[in-house]
Protein backbone atom coordinates (compact mmCIF):
# COMPACT_ATOMS: atom_id res chain seq x y z
CA UNK A 1 0.00 0.00 0.00
CA UNK A 2 1.17 3.43 -0.82
CA UNK A 3 2.43 5.93 2.46
CA UNK A 4 2.81 8.94 2.93
CA UNK A 5 5.39 10.73 5.09
CA UNK A 6 3.72 13.62 4.26
CA UNK A 7 1.05 15.78 2.37
CA UNK A 8 4.15 17.66 0.58
CA UNK A 9 5.55 14.92 -0.63
CA UNK A 10 1.92 13.21 -1.38
CA UNK A 11 1.32 16.96 -3.39
CA UNK A 12 5.64 15.94 -4.95
CA UNK A 13 4.31 12.79 -6.28
CA UNK A 14 0.88 13.82 -7.67
CA UNK A 15 3.14 16.63 -10.19
CA UNK A 16 5.55 14.08 -11.14
CA UNK A 17 3.41 11.38 -11.84
CA UNK A 18 3.87 9.80 -15.25
CA UNK A 19 0.09 8.40 -14.89
CA UNK A 20 -3.41 10.19 -14.86
CA UNK A 21 -2.85 12.46 -11.99
CA UNK A 22 -0.37 14.54 -14.43
CA UNK A 23 -3.04 16.53 -15.84
CA UNK A 24 -2.87 18.62 -12.26
CA UNK A 25 0.79 19.72 -13.38
CA UNK A 26 0.02 23.34 -13.70
CA UNK A 27 -2.32 24.01 -10.20
CA UNK A 28 -0.78 25.76 -7.94
CA UNK A 29 -1.68 24.87 -4.42
CA UNK A 30 -2.16 28.33 -2.52
CA UNK A 31 -3.07 27.34 1.29
CA UNK A 32 -3.52 23.63 3.41
CA UNK A 33 -4.28 22.63 6.59
CA UNK A 34 -7.09 20.97 9.07
CA UNK A 35 -8.52 18.90 6.16
CA UNK A 36 -8.99 21.67 3.34
CA UNK A 37 -7.13 23.00 0.68
CA UNK A 38 -6.97 25.70 -1.60
CA UNK A 39 -5.79 25.41 -5.17
CA UNK A 40 -5.70 27.88 -8.25
CA UNK A 41 -4.95 27.00 -11.48
CA UNK A 42 -4.93 29.74 -15.02
CA UNK A 43 -7.15 27.88 -17.35
CA UNK A 44 -5.24 27.15 -20.70
CA UNK A 45 -6.06 25.23 -23.96
CA UNK A 46 -5.21 22.29 -22.90
CA UNK A 47 -8.16 22.83 -20.43
CA UNK A 48 -10.99 23.16 -22.84
CA UNK A 49 -13.28 21.48 -24.59
CA UNK A 50 -14.81 21.63 -28.05
CA UNK A 51 -17.06 24.95 -27.48
CA UNK A 52 -13.80 26.50 -25.56
CA UNK A 53 -15.05 25.93 -21.69
CA UNK A 54 -13.10 24.50 -19.12
CA UNK A 55 -13.25 20.88 -19.50
CA UNK A 56 -15.88 19.02 -17.60
CA UNK A 57 -13.45 15.98 -17.40
CA UNK A 58 -10.96 18.06 -16.17
CA UNK A 59 -13.04 20.14 -13.08
CA UNK A 60 -14.34 16.01 -12.17
CA UNK A 61 -10.17 15.49 -11.74
CA UNK A 62 -9.83 18.95 -9.80
CA UNK A 63 -12.46 17.98 -7.74
CA UNK A 64 -11.10 14.22 -7.09
CA UNK A 65 -7.41 15.30 -6.81
CA UNK A 66 -8.05 18.56 -4.60
CA UNK A 67 -10.03 17.19 -2.25
CA UNK A 68 -7.56 14.34 -1.83
CA UNK A 69 -4.97 16.42 -0.66
CA UNK A 70 -7.07 18.54 0.99
CA UNK A 71 -7.77 14.94 2.95
CA UNK A 72 -4.46 14.55 3.70
CA UNK A 73 -4.44 17.88 5.79
CA UNK A 74 -6.97 16.26 8.08
CA UNK A 75 -6.11 15.28 11.88
CA UNK A 76 -7.24 11.72 10.65
CA UNK A 77 -3.12 11.65 9.23
CA UNK A 78 -1.75 10.43 6.05
CA UNK A 79 -4.06 8.14 4.80
CA UNK A 80 -4.52 7.00 1.20
CA UNK A 81 -7.92 7.24 -0.46
CA UNK A 82 -10.39 5.65 -2.88
CA UNK A 83 -13.18 7.39 -4.21
CA UNK A 84 -16.79 6.28 -3.63
CA UNK A 85 -18.60 8.91 -4.87
CA UNK A 86 -18.63 12.04 -6.01
CA UNK A 87 -21.24 14.90 -7.08
CA UNK A 88 -20.72 17.31 -9.07
CA UNK A 89 -22.99 20.38 -10.22
CA UNK A 90 -21.69 22.73 -13.46
CA UNK A 91 -22.96 26.15 -13.49
CA UNK A 92 -21.08 28.21 -15.71
CA UNK A 93 -17.86 27.76 -17.73
CA UNK A 94 -14.30 28.79 -17.63
CA UNK A 95 -12.71 30.25 -20.87
CA UNK A 96 -8.77 29.88 -21.43
CA UNK A 97 -6.77 33.24 -19.38
CA UNK A 98 -9.43 32.75 -16.74
CA UNK A 99 -8.04 31.69 -13.11
CA UNK A 100 -10.02 29.47 -11.29
CA UNK A 101 -9.87 28.37 -7.20
CA UNK A 102 -10.41 25.26 -6.30
CA UNK A 103 -11.20 25.39 -2.69
CA UNK A 104 -12.20 21.68 -0.45
CA UNK A 105 -13.43 21.29 2.85
CA UNK A 106 -13.05 17.90 4.62
CA UNK A 107 -16.76 17.83 6.51
CA UNK A 108 -16.44 14.45 8.23
CA UNK A 109 -13.86 12.24 8.79
CA UNK A 110 -14.37 8.88 10.64
CA UNK A 111 -12.84 5.25 10.82
CA UNK A 112 -14.09 4.38 7.08
CA UNK A 113 -15.28 7.13 5.62
CA UNK A 114 -14.31 11.04 4.50
CA UNK A 115 -16.98 13.48 3.46
CA UNK A 116 -15.62 16.56 1.75
CA UNK A 117 -16.92 19.58 0.06
CA UNK A 118 -15.61 21.46 -3.03
CA UNK A 119 -15.84 24.61 -4.77
CA UNK A 120 -13.92 26.04 -8.20
CA UNK A 121 -14.78 29.53 -9.18
CA UNK A 122 -13.69 32.23 -11.63
CA UNK A 123 -11.05 34.13 -8.83
CA UNK A 124 -11.62 37.42 -10.83
CA UNK A 125 -15.97 37.19 -10.34
CA UNK A 126 -16.45 35.47 -7.79
CA UNK A 127 -18.19 33.62 -9.82
CA UNK A 128 -19.99 29.80 -9.24
CA UNK A 129 -18.32 27.27 -12.10
CA UNK A 130 -18.59 23.76 -10.06
CA UNK A 131 -20.02 22.53 -6.94
CA UNK A 132 -19.27 19.56 -5.84
CA UNK A 133 -18.99 16.59 -3.33
CA UNK A 134 -16.84 13.47 -2.73
CA UNK A 135 -17.13 10.62 -0.01
CA UNK A 136 -13.89 8.89 0.21
CA UNK A 137 -12.97 5.23 1.71
CA UNK A 138 -10.15 5.41 3.63
CA UNK A 139 -7.23 2.50 3.62
CA UNK A 140 -4.92 1.38 6.44
CA UNK A 141 -5.53 2.45 9.96
Known amino acids: MLKFTSAEKAIQLLYSSKGFDRVIHAVKIITTGNGSVTAELKV ?75 EIKNKETGATLVKGTHTKFLLGS
Not at 89 to 110: F, N, V, W
Request: aromatic share 4%; charged share 15%; glycine share 12%.
Open 44 to 118: EEEHLNLVGNLHGGLSATLVDVISGIGLLTHKIGLRPSVSVNMNLSYYTGAKSGDTIQIISETLKAGNNLAFLQI
